[in-house]
């Protein structure tokens, strides 16, 4: 039985082997109880301070002349990714455009890559983004977006998924952690099931990379888009990443045809002739500044284990929802109970989550909402303490013992 | 006749009305000479300011509650940028992704626009990334790309264009100033070629937007694309901008269907429904961190005013080949010699130009090379002083009339 006074929150925090990396991030207000690690995170003092050097040397100073520092950098910083958080061998990650370019890319490319097939998979609460993109692919090509049913609060049964596949089933594509509820799906049971069906798998790990171990190499996966302003601190609006299995990449061949992803790019051929590894899936020219962001963000996640984070994210989640338990019985959990079945981040589901969101953010907790009734907690494992959750926690069953949550309106206007 | 001593050019920069504006950028080594404003412009010292503000208060303290400054960013730097320097009205510009990726998403737009026409225009020797993108979609949708003849050093003839276009033409797609020539298109006559076999027109903007008045509404052009880390100063690998005429904006949807293209974008709706107006060619989360700078730099060229960056730029030119013509015999001028046919920068032909580029880069001479004998100078017209040219062209002299280029290798091998 877990202690549930605020010494027992103490406690955990003087046993957390990564209670001393809080120290390498910007904390301005010790009173802010940041629970939206998982929509933007913190910034890391280091990313503070590389931006600047990019900004003043390399810009400032040196200026063009640094392309020797910049040209690697969608690279770098993309192994860097792939050995410590996804469990890609080095020549497989890429930083660069956004996670919606990114998905369109490598669902294009699979598209290409099963042409007689006329099926592309997702489910009906993957994220917005991904359900767009691949409803937009369909309607250009004239074949089927199949929407598998979900349960939101638990995910996707694999089951599910395996009656759904069929020989004529191209693309399947998903979220690792779903973005509303949690739930973390069998990503080796998927790629089987997938695989399977001869169709191609594209992972979207927004919510996963940087809390849950991903094993891409080692599952068999074939293709992956994630951000990174999320759980590896890059900053608002940081390039996301891609991965394409080795043995895909030359075989795939991506829609936008962009200088940075043309061989001897420099020679500025007359015909495009792409890359023959993995940079033939970069496009236009690298966002420098983002991806220096992206890499100091990740080298901190590295310095901290994977496998650390990810226990301190199942202890941090469950210790939200036996709190929750006990203090708030009016919220029913919108996540998979079992630890091992979720992600970093907890939904609570209630028809006022919404003005608690609300109410909270003036109790300076600083929470997420979902439509339409969940409010998402996402305590960052490696900047949150178990005293964050204990003093979030402990300010909304005052918001909602008090009804201070009544002040506010009831209708969503917000942006997030 | 122009007084080429360097008296002569000390006294044209006492003359410069935007003389003083070369304070408002950093300028760490006065012993440098940058003539590469047209690659990568120099740093304000207000960008380096607003980046810092950003990363330490709205990212570091603020954290996710800055949404609320951010959200509107694309629209408002694409909005100053169409007021001050596009000729756009209001509500036609955004600031998202790549030139490459934005070019994909207008071109692709413009395709399906003109379903029954099959092919597109460009001519063959626009810039790679504008000639790759093309061909990748000529060649996903089975239609012809149509080269069309260019003098590269005096840009494309609007006759050979005349000639080219037919009711089998969907969309012509150009660069205003050539990047290798400096040429300067006559951007209402194409438009009225083009538009006269009915297609639609896409221009590339990187190389005039922030040196050449661009007046987009005023002749009627359909689509635009452009990059901001040139003459925008916005920084390497800065977020590229787009523009739609605004009476096509309902009839053009972009292919990336992505959440900020979303009308409603945080009801997170079960299906696409763009967005009514420009934002509807937006795709995933904007670059907050390279749209503030690139805000910065365009705030910058609105103080300065496009008519005397335009009116600067050409005098610049006009001396740097007044003084070549005097110095440098050996070398070709390979850009037109009317000011009012050039952009803001002067390639000279030379069979060793990529030996006097590392010459002149050895004495603090930072030029550009363009392939395969070009030697490209780009005195951008806000930071850039007379006495910078005589100074750089002054050390050109002494390296050809010294022969100290034979020491550098005649392979190039560089990035830029």
Same mark, same amino acid.
């Given at each position: 039985?877990?202690?549930?006074?605020?010494?027992?929150?103490?406690?955990?925090?003087?046993?957390?082997?990564?209670?001393?990396?809080?120290?390498?991030?910007?904390?301005?207000?010790?009173?802010?109880?940041?629970?939206?690690?998982?929509?933007?995170?913190?910034?890391?003092?280091?990313?503070?301070?590389?931006?600047?050097?990019? %900004?003043?040397?390399?810009?400032?100073?040196?200026?063009?002349?640094?392309?020797?520092?910049?040209?690697?950098?969608?690279?770098?910083?993309? #192994?860097?990714?792939?050995?410590?958080?996804?469990? /890609?061998?080095?020549?497989?990650?890429? %930083?660069?455009?956004?996670?919606?370019?990114?998905?369109?890319?490598?669902?294009? /490319?699979?598209?290409?890559?099963?042409?007689?097939?006329? %099926?592309?998979?997702?489910?009906?609460?993957?994220?917005?983004?991904?359900?767009?993109?691949?409803?937009? &692919?369909?309607?250009?090509? !004239?074949?089927?977006?199949?929407?598998?049913?979900? #349960?939101?609060?638990?995910? &996707?049964?694999?089951?599910?998924?395996?009656?759904?596949?069929?020989?004529?089933?191209?693309?399947?594509?998903?979220?690792?952690?779903?973005?509303?509820?949690?739930?973390?799906?069998?990503?080796?049971?998927?790629?089987?099931?997938?695989?399977?069906?001869?169709?191609?798998?594209?992972?979207?790990?927004?919510?996963?990379?940087?809390?849950?171990?991903?094993?891409?190499?080692?599952?068999?996966?074939?293709?992956?888009?994630?951000?990174?302003?999320?759980?590896?601190?890059? !900053?608002?609006?940081?390039?996301?990443?891609?991965?394409?299995? @080795?043995?895909?990449?030359?075989?795939?061949?991506?829609?936008?045809?962009?200088?940075? !992803?043309?061989?001897?790019?420099?020679?500025?051929?007359?015909?495009?002739?792409?890359?023959?590894?993995?940079?033939?899936?970069?496009?236009?020219?690298?966002?420098?500044?983002?991806?220096?962001?992206?890499?100091?963000?990740?080298?901190?996640?590295?310095?901290?284990?994977?496998?650390?984070?990810?226990?301190?994210?199942?202890?941090?989640?469950?210790?939200?929802? @036996?709190?929750?338990?006990?203090?708030?019985? !009016?919220?029913?959990?919108?996540?998979?109970?079992?630890?091992?079945?979720?992600?970093?981040?907890?939904?609570?589901?209630?028809?006022?989550?919404?003005?608690?969101?609300?109410?909270?953010?003036?109790?300076?907790?600083?929470?997420?909402?979902?439509?339409?009734?969940?409010?998402?907690?996402?305590?960052?494992?490696?900047?949150?303490?178990?005293?964050?959750?204990?003093?979030?926690? #402990?300010?909304?069953?005052?918001?909602?013992?008090?009804?201070?949550? @009544?002040?506010?309106?009831? @209708?969503?206007?917000?942006?997030?």
């Amino acid at each position: 039985m877990t202690d549930l006074s605020r010494e027992g929150a103490t406690a955990l925090d003087a046993a957390d082997p990564l209670a001393s990396l809080r120290d390498a991030f910007v904390v301005d207000d010790p009173e802010l109880i940041y629970l939206d690690g998982n929509s933007l995170g913190r910034l890391p003092k280091a990313s503070a301070d590389r931006i600047a050097q990019v %900004v003043r040397d390399e810009w400032g100073a040196d200026l063009i002349r640094s392309w020797k520092h910049w040209v690697d950098l969608p690279f770098r910083a993309g #192994d860097l990714m792939g050995s410590a958080l996804l469990g /890609a061998a080095a020549g497989q990650v890429v %930083v660069s455009d956004s996670t919606t370019v990114n998905l369109y890319k490598l669902a294009a /490319a699979a598209l290409d890559a099963r042409p007689d097939r006329n %099926v592309i998979i997702t489910d009906d609460d993957n994220f917005p983004t991904d359900r767009y993109v691949l409803e937009g &692919l369909a309607a250009q090509r !004239g074949i089927e977006l199949r929407l598998v049913r979900t #349960d939101i609060d638990e995910g &996707l049964d694999p089951d599910v998924l395996r009656d759904a596949v069929d020989d004529n089933t191209a693309l399947v594509s998903l979220s690792h952690v779903a973005y509303r509820s949690g739930a973390l799906l069998d990503m080796a049971a998927v790629n089987e099931i997938v695989h399977g069906a001869g169709a191609l798998v594209l992972w979207d790990l927004c919510h996963s990379a940087g809390s849950v171990p991903v094993r891409l190499d080692a599952t068999g996966a074939d293709l992956a888009v994630g951000c990174t302003y999320k759980y590896l601190n890059g !900053g608002p609006g940081s390039p996301a990443f891609l991965y394409v299995r @080795e043995e895909l990449q030359t075989l795939l061949r991506q829609p936008i045809w962009g200088w940075f !992803g043309q061989r001897n790019q420099f020679a500025m051929g007359p015909a495009y002739d792409p890359a023959p590894e993995i940079g033939r899936f970069l496009a236009g020219t690298p966002a420098v500044l983002g991806i220096a962001a992206v890499e100091e963000g990740v080298r901190l996640l590295a310095e901290a284990g994977i496998g650390r984070l990810r226990a301190k994210g199942q202890e941090l989640t469950g210790y939200m929802i @036996e709190l929750t338990n006990a203090w708030l019985p !009016g919220l029913d959990l919108a996540t998979p109970p079992d630890a091992a079945r979720r992600g970093s981040h907890v939904s609570l589901r209630h028809p006022d989550a919404w003005r608690f969101t609300q109410a909270l953010i003036e109790a300076k907790v600083i929470p997420d909402y979902r439509t339409p009734d969940r409010l998402r907690l996402g305590p960052a494992p490696i900047n949150t303490s178990f005293t964050d959750v204990w003093d979030g926690l #402990d300010r909304l069953r005052r918001i909602v013992a008090d009804r201070t949550y @009544e002040r506010f309106s009831s @209708e969503p206007s917000r942006v997030t």
